[in-house]
Nanobody, 116 residues
Framework: QVQLVESGGGLVQAGDSLRLSCAAS????????MGWFRQAPGKEREFVAV????????IYADFVKGRFTISRDNAKNTVCLQMNSLKPEDTAVYYC?????????WGQGTQVTVSS
């Protein structure tokens, strides 16, 4: 079981940057693939990015490629999402996700609002 707490959200203008962090507790973090998802008002939750347990592999949704970077520090039990060149359509609640042998855990989410 992994407990996840996101932070770093806020209100920014289009073109600005934000760095989201997810602090994880539990002994399975280093063996878990970690991801970020987001949910905009009235829309379904969607995949943003994922990083493998070692950090050696990453996958991004097409709409964030070249703008967002996912990273992790297994010594600190954290995963981050660096978001650059933010757009109003990036406005959403961002959720951290841990996947360990088919078992998912979610954080409570952090709000990101991008004004035009």
């Amino acid at each position: 079981q992994v407990q996840l707490v996101e932070s770093g959200g806020g209100l920014v203008q289009a073109g600005d940057s934000l760095r989201l962090s997810c602090a994880a507790s539990g002994r399975t973090f280093g063996s878990s693939a970690m991801g970020w998802f987001r949910q905009a008002p009235g829309k379904e939750r969607e995949f943003v990015a994922v990083i493998s347990d070692s950090g050696g592999s990453t996958i991004y949704a097409d709409f964030v490629k070249g703008r967002f970077t996912i990273s992790r520090d297994n010594a600190k039990n954290t995963v981050c999402l660096q978001m650059n060149s933010l757009k109003p359509e990036d406005t959403a609640v961002y959720y951290c996700n841990a996947l360990y042998f088919g078992v998912e855990n979610w954080g409570q989410g952090t709000q990101v609002t991008v004004s035009s």
